[in-house]
């Protein structure tokens, strides 16, 4: 069975002892950019900027969108005034801080060898940096950032590690799969207890040999005993399992940013293509989504909110498209009513108890069930149009 597996960069793959190396990075960028902004505002930007891409849940805009909404303001510069000295500074002065790096022993056999085997392998390292910089490091490791299926870089994506929605929406850009899952990584909180929240296997390098480190929760060692494990395992052991409410939560926070992030670049006759003749377009799924979402989940929510254990009914959305004619909308207006109509949902989750999780209900379809069932619905509906969403592109 396919596995994939989810690699952090720093201090998993690359030695980079980031207690040294971000202050080295902070006071190089300020050296650099001293003609044009005096070193403490800059640094007093930079750090204000980092911390609001931490704190971001917003699936709407990017990290660069947030960083770049903070940043420039404080320095009364636009941003095309000091692009191209940034740059300039990540072309040719980013690369001297190599130096503070190493390369690890066991990081390049171990992806050579998951690579040989078939293994999709993603960079899941915090996106709190330029793709440029991203790019450089994982040369400084010994790799070709095109080897990769997915880097995650400020530009394209949006929450950092500290959310378990990060992790949503890394493998919703990689088609929601289907298949056993592993985060590896040597930060507890921004590597492993986030990946676990949305219910995936992890394992924590520690730089320790552990002589049986399996893959369950709390596994740990070196990449090497990783190597070792894997070879032999059950990798059906990896399977994830995306039922609990931050699970949920996690999924349907991310849609918005997978769908953004998948969708930036389709053009107008992209939209309307069809693949086959029964098939629908990207602009009809997007519409499905859209009214499904104000129509169908809106009201389930409401009808939670209004009756101690109401009948959910499931109207049927399959006439929708040529009732509707949703071919003929514009995709990505579309996209955008449906980021706020997700908007609302997720507005209204942040409210629920952990009591009214447990809240029973009765299904059309399902029969008896739970407020979290019923949202649980709602997140794997999400995972299924972002297979198909994804399949699409994949044929463009």
């Known amino acids: 069975m396919p596995l994939t597996l989810l690699l952090d960069l720093d201090d998993t793959l690359l030695d980079t002892n980031l207690s040294a190396f971000i202050p080295a990075y902070f006071q190089a960028l300020a050296k650099d950019l ?3 902004i005096d070193p403490s505002l800059m640094m007093r930007a930079l750090l204000h900027g980092t911390n609001l ?6 699936f709407s805009r990017t990290l660069s969108d947030v960083f770049d909404d903070a940043f420039y303001p404080q320095l009364n510069l636009s941003k095309d005034k000091l692009l191209p000295a940034i740059e300039n500074f990540y072309d040719n002065i980013f690369p001297s ?5 190493a390369q690890k022993p066991d990081a390049q056999p171990f992806v050579k060898w998951a690579s040989a085997h078939g293994y999709r392998i993603a960079i899941a390292t915090d996106p709190l ?5 991203t790019y450089h490091r994982l040369r400084w490791a010994g790799f070709d950032p ?8 400020f530009e394209g994506f949006h929450f950092s590690k500290t959310h378990a929605a990060y992790y949503a929406e890394v493998l919703g850009r990689m088609g929601w799969p289907d298949e056993p899952i592993l985060m590896v990584g040597n930060d507890l909180e921004r590597d492993i207890h986030p990946a676990q929240k949305l219910g995936l296997a992890t394992f924590h390098v520690d730089g320790e040999s552990a002589s049986s480190p399996g893959a369950e929760a709390g596994a740990r060692g070196t990449l090497t005993d990783l190597h070792r494990w894997l070879e032999s395992a059950d990798v059906k052991s990896l399977l994830p399992n995306f039922n609990s409410v931050d699970s949920i939560l996690a999924v349907t926070m991310s849609t918005p940013a997978v769908l953004n992030g998948l969708l930036s670049e389709v053009t107008s006759e992209q939209w309307r293509r069809k693949s086959s003749t029964d098939a629908w377009t990207l602009t009809e799924l997007l519409c499905h989504l859209r009214d499904t979402e104000r129509e169908i989940h809106h009201m389930q929510l409401k009808l939670f909110a209004e009756q101690d254990e109401p009948f959910i009914p499931r109207p049927d959305t ?10 003929h909308e514009n995709g990505a207006t579309v996209l955008a009513e449906f980021n706020a109509a997700r908007q609302t949902t997720m507005s209204a989750l942040k409210n629920i108890s952990p009591d009214d999780w447990k809240r029973k209900a009765r299904h059309a379809i399902f029969g008896p069930t739970t407020f979290q069932e019923v949202v649980g619905f709602i997140a794997e509906h999400d995972r299924l149009h972002i297979q198909q969403v994804w399949s699409i592109l994949k044929g463009l």
């Open 53 to 58: 891409m931490n704190q971001s849940d917003d």
């Open 318 to 327: 399959g006439v929708w498209a040529s009732q509707r004619d949703y071919l």
């Open 146 to 153: 095109e080897q990769f299926e997915l880097v995650t870089t």
């Open 97 to 101: 801080l190599q130096g503070l790096t």
């Open 129 to 133: 940096l330029p793709r440029k910089a």
């Open 34 to 36: 001293a003609p044009h």
